[in-house]
């Protein structure tokens, strides 16, 4: 397993909607057993590493928090589900590329600020 970049959010049911709220998170679904998920952590801190602003990645362990898996329904891992303001804007399901996953991360419109 590699380790998380420091900007990767590490979500759990407590924090999740804070965390996502006034913000354009990726979160990634995983779990450690999962080999395309671990194919896809050293891609998620260099996408990690290369946001700025209000963008964030963060990754939900779904043995760990499974009602999170539910509530958005997650079939399939990796999912990656892109969030706006707290709100599903896109879904990709399996392994995707740094490039892949910045593009669609810079074609979502940028939330608020807090306070406007």
Not at 73 to 102: Q, S
Request: proline share 6%; glycine share 6%.
């Amino acid at each position: 397993m590699v380790a998380d970049h420091p900007n990767v959010i590490t979500l759990t049911d407590k924090n999740f909607q804070q965390q996502t709220k006034n913000k354009l998170v990726l979160v990634d679904f995983w779990a450690e057993w999962c080999a395309p998920c671990r194919l896809m952590a050293p891609i998620l801190n260099e996408v990690a590493s290369e946001l700025t602003g209000n963008a964030r990645v963060g990754k939900v362990n779904v043995e760990q928090y499974q009602t999170l898996a539910q509530k958005f329904k997650i079939r399939g891992i990796p999912t990656m589900i892109l969030f706006k303001d707290g709100k599903e804007v896109n879904r990709f399901v399996g392994v995707k590329t740094k490039e892949f996953l910045l593009k669609q991360i810079m074609a979502s419109p940028t939330p608020p600020k807090e306070g406007l």
